[in-house]
């Protein structure tokens, strides 16, 4: 932009025009300020305090608005004095540095950078994790983990999850309130939707954690004892024929990915039927990763 | 530095400048005046000019609160002297967009625009419109510029920053800036020489 595109007689103008005004620089005659009390200390707070001549200037100090330079002197005496108070009262010291403070040279200026790469890191890293933290969450509030003694309940109470939608309607998407007829028995507070929802999420990362580590490519899933979090859906779908019902066909239109996920791929019919460990393994594994993993390439190459 | 701020004695002179303002900076930050002082005087008059851009005859009064700012976050501040330049432009940005916003209601009298006017009546060449190009002139060209445009020329040209320093002032990206004021300075040439024609 300078010599090389012809305007440096114009920069050098517009400096000299706009950037060496009469007044400030190296003017020798700095007036002392007016009424210089000599309490350094008086006041730091007050960052406008009148102050007291820092270099020994011998005092003309005429009213700033006398002229030009009286005023740019004045100016700079303000500025001085609200250093000193500054600096007299620790802030110089003790304010710490935000960011738009921070003018550290060259590489550092690329940093605005590493917190979006950061950014993205942590959002997949959230997204990897909500689902463990939803399963793991669940199950504090598991309800085999409130019974001392799990009693199977009696099959016949528990309908198929097919039966309550013929109840609230046919395409109901099991609010709480449907689920209610679930648990007739009532010592337990009826799971809502999310509850369940942990209990085969759980069993699922019960399963590949316990299953997976026994069976190796989970063959013969009957010899691997069943995990707890296994126990717990059985008690709560009321037996393992029900398994099935219970977690597979519960389609909620809030939470497509996961509902629509396992019904497609029989999760449930697979880990009642079979009892083998394959199916939830492979559910788990790519169940939380795959919603996760898939938008991450795209965020990271906006990067 | 050199890159846009100037022809190369003044882009060399700017340097030494820059340390000598990083050392003042240094200095004053451990709570030596005079080399605040030092800063100050370094930096004022380029931050003046910028600030007479923009909010023109209320430029100084916008800079001394720029520096009571200045002065009092000190201690905030890292970096060298360039570094400096920006940070404190930063802050008088701030202070001359709050107090646009402060006097926006109330109208200015526009004797910059009259200048503009008047300016070059009786030149002949751009060159020498460009020598007699006085400060009230100077701010009327520039007034006459795009806000955009009139930033990006006063921060690289009269503060004296680089390119990257002045996009982070100006919170844009640097080919933004580097093109606005390249855009603002040919339109100032073409106005100086259209008029002297």
Known sequence: MSDDHGYGALERSLRAALGAPTATTGDPARPAPDDASD???GAPASSDAPAPSGSGVPSGAPAPSEGPTARAAGAEADALAAFRAARDAGLHASRETRRRDDWTPATDRRRPRRPLKTAVA?????????????????????????????????AGVLPAPTRVPGKAGSTSPGPPETSTPIYPEGHHAPPPDAHREALCH???????????????KGKGGDAVPPPAAWRRLVDAAGGEDRVPAFCGRDQRPGQAPPAGARPKDGTGRDASSSDSGDPPNGRAATGPDGPAARPSPPASRNE | MGEGTGDAPTAAHGRDRDAEL??????????????????YRIVHPGLLGYLRGIVG?????????????????????????????????????????????????????????????????????????????????ALALVAGLPRDQAEAVLLRVVVGLDGPTAARVLGKRPGAVRSAAHRGLKRLAKQLKGRGR
């Not at chain 1, 959230?126 to 199950?139: D, N, Y």
């Not at chain 1, 759980?202 to 190796?216: I, N, S, V």
């Not at chain 2, 990083?22 to 605040?36: I, K, L, P, Y």
């Open chain 1, 39 to 41: 309490v350094p200390g």
């Open chain 1, 202 to 216: 759980a069993f699922e990362k019960g399963g590949k954690q316990g299953r997976g580590q026994g069976t190796g």
């Open chain 2, 57 to 137: 005859e209320d430029a100084e009064d916008v800079a001394s609160e720029a520096w009571l700012e200045i002065a009092r976050d000190l201690g905030r501040f890292r970096g060298d002297g360039a570094g400096f330049r920006g940070w404190t432009a930063t802050i008088a940005r701030h202070r001359a967009l709050d107090h646009l916003r402060r006097v926006r209601s109330r109208p200015r009298p526009t004797g910059i625009e009259q200048d503009v006017l008047d300016l070059p009546a009786q030149g002949d060449a751009a060159g020498e419109a460009l020598d007699a190009l006085s400060t009230r002139h």
């Open chain 1, 122 to 154: 942590a959002l997949f890293a959230s997204a990897t994790l909500g689902g463990v933290a939803v399963a793991g969450g669940g199950l504090g509030d598991l309800p085999g983990t409130h019974t001392p003694s799990p009693e199977p309940r009696p």
């Open chain 2, 22 to 39: 990083g050392a003042a900076v240094e200095r004053a930050r451990h709570g030596d005046e005079d080399a605040f002082a030092r800063a």
